[in-house]
């Protein structure tokens, strides 16, 4: 069973910056291997809906990002270590939220979820 682990939230000031980490295991238990997963960075802030912040395929590298966001977020990986990254810069009160990593062999799909790791931005 393919299992996420987030962490790294916490409490920043606005202009701060935090990086996350989503640590996956598990992907030899369904014969494939973490380089085979798209993995997403997700967050749902209090209140509204769960919105997706930035995704990448890990075999390729390719990224993709909520055009909003991409200019302070960076998302990458790290291979050797199963691990992805969300490097987020120059935080806003608005980013605040709880950010989850999911993953899927069909990067359009993200049905395994991660707990979250809450991050809030004070003003």
């Known amino acids: 069973e393919v299992q996420l682990v987030e962490s790294g939230g916490g409490l920043v000031q606005a202009g701060g910056s935090l990086r996350l980490s989503c640590v996956g295991s598990g992907f030899a238990t369904e014969g494939f291997t973490f380089e085979d997963y798209g993995i997403g960075w997700f967050r749902q802030a209090p209140g509204k809906e769960r919105e997706g912040v930035s995704l990448i395929n890990i075999a390729d590298g390719r990224t993709f990002y909520l055009p909003s966001l991409e200019e302070r977020f960076t998302i990458s990986s790290d291979n050797a270590k199963n691990t992805v990254y969300l490097q987020m810069n120059s935080l806003k009160p608005e980013d605040t939220g709880v950010y989850f990593c999911?993953?899927?062999?069909?990067?359009?799909?993200?049905?395994?979820w991660g707990k979250g790791t809450p991050v809030t931005v004070s003003s």
């Open positions: 999911a993953a899927d062999l069909d990067i359009r799909k993200m049905n395994i």
